[in-house]
């Protein structure tokens, strides 16, 4: 159980064109999704969290205006980079928490690896 | 700033000894925690939770918590080369969100 897909699994996409990623949770509902930047060799940064039906949380440093999130279901987030530019470059990887399971335990979907030339 | 602490490593095990890695946290009210293994290139995939003090057994993993000194270790008994990957530390510091430490690369010596 606690099946989380993403999607694309890799997009390489020109300066200025805006992408984005869909992540969904397969066997279970969730009301809050995370969504993590990871660069090379780095350890994973929150960049927001997001609420079925509300407005997305989002971390210091993270402009929302850039990364914008929509939790619209309760088996779906998106995440789309607007206007991407070469330093957007980064593997995102989206998690969802099961209310059902064992509290606060986040799964984790395959990321995508965004590459902006 | 709530913080979590992990050696970077490299740590490296002979294969079948025991491989342990420890994490440190930096709030004494934590409640949860976890390991999550990482491969190179992949997301995390979760070991084990822990929210009592003491030993939690799952298989060849042990994950030991000691709340009083803030401190949680993963054991892997007799070490595989699949077991080779980064290790995440991650604590809920009582807000829903995760906070994880840069993690530990392991790597099994066959």
């Known amino acids: 159980g606690a099946v989380v897909s993403q999607h694309p699994s890799r997009v390489i996409c020109k300066s200025g064109t805006s992408v984005k990623i869909e992540c969904r949770s397969l066997d279970f509902q969730a009301t809050t999704m995370f969504w993590y930047r990871q660069f090379p060799k780095k350890s994973l940064m929150l960049m927001a969290t997001s609420n079925e039906g509300s407005k997305a949380t989002y971390e210091q440093g993270v402009e929302k205006d850039k990364f914008l999130i929509n939790h619209a279901s309760l088996t779906l987030s998106t995440l789309t980079v607007t206007s991407a530019h070469p330093e957007d470059s980064s593997f995102y990887i989206c998690s969802a928490r099961d209310p059902s399971g064992s509290k606060d335990t986040q799964y984790f979907g395959p990321g995508t690896r965004l590459t902006v030339l | 700033q709530k913080e979590v602490e992990q050696n970077s490593g490299p740590l490296s095990v002979p294969e079948g000894a025991i491989a342990s890695l420890n994490c440190t946290y930096s709030?004494?009210?934590?409640?949860?925690f976890f390991w999550y293994r990482q491969y190179s290139g992949k997301s995390p995939e979760l070991i084990m939770f822990i929210y009592s003090n003491g030993d939690k057994e799952d298989g060849r993993f042990t994950a030991q918590l000691n709340k009083a000194s803030q401190y949680v270790s993963l054991l892997i008994r007799d070490s595989q080369p699949s077991d080779s990957a980064t290790y995440l530390c991650a604590v809920n510091f009582g807000n829903e969100k995760l906070t994880f430490g840069t993690g530990t690369r392991l790597t099994i010596i066959p």
């Open positions: 709030d004494r009210g934590s409640q949860s």
